[in-house]
């Protein structure tokens, strides 16, 4: 089993809130930080924490890896989380990241259609499986290249846990400066190079259609 969790030293940066209303609240997670606790005390800091302590009300409604920074939606009412949930379960939000990757694809853009499971001995790490893998989709599309490293945005249709980066590991391109998949020296970079830049969901307020961007730190 691999520790993610040996140096956790998470950004002290002040909350960045992209948007707040009486239903719900939009966050610009730093990457290094988790989203919730971890097991153990020194892993206790997390975004939920830092939020409820400026917005006591806030409720989880899903999560980011820690090393992925950007656009994290919170409820503040019950209704709120049970609606937004519904959303994400039912794969109504959309969302959209974008990361620079190791190579130059082949292809401008594409789908990755495959399924993923715990890699058990090596938790927390996922793999492709396809005989007990659940179903899994991305699509992809070029934004530049840059000697050998690509930006490209990311379009997750799932959100099983590490879906991007094992995806872009399966195609050849692995993400930039990712603890766990890119381990090749010419692959480092200060942080893993992945962002969600957008989020999209019907309010719980009457159902409007929203979205909201966090700016790119890369």
Not at 37 to 59: I, N
Not at 65 to 72: A, E, F, K, L, Q
Not at 159 to 178: C, F, N, T, Y
């Amino acid at each position: 089993m691999i520790d993610p969790t040996d140096a956790y030293n998470p950004p002290n940066d002040p909350l960045v809130i992209i948007h707040d209303d009486h239903e719900v609240l939009l966050v610009d997670k730093p990457a290094g930080l988790l989203s919730v606790p971890g097991k153990g005390e020194h892993l206790a800091d997390c975004l939920l924490t830092r939020v409820q302590a400026a917005f006591p009300m806030a409720l989880l409604v899903h999560r980011l890896d820690r090393d992925t920074s950007g656009v994290m939606v919170f409820a503040l009412t019950r209704n709120a989380q049970r609606h937004l949930g519904l959303q994400f379960e039912k794969r109504q939000t959309k969302k959209t990241y974008v990361a620079d990757v190791y190579g130059v694809p082949s292809e401008k853009s594409g789908t990755v259609d495959l399924p993923l499971i715990v890699d058990w001995p090596n938790r927390p790490l996922q793999k492709v499986c396809h005989e007990t893998g659940k179903a899994a989709q991305t699509d992809w599309k070029v934004m530049r290249t840059k000697g050998n490293v690509t930006r490209v945005r990311l379009m997750p249709l799932t959100g099983r846990s590490h879906q991007l980066r094992v995806h872009m590991l399966a195609i050849g391109h692995p993400i930039m400066g990712d603890p766990f998949y890119a381990t090749e020296p010419e692959m480092a970079a200060p942080r893993m190079m992945l962002h969600a830049q957008t989020l999209a969901f019907r309010h719980p307020d009457g159902g409007k259609g929203v979205r909201y961007t966090a700016k790119l730190p890369f």
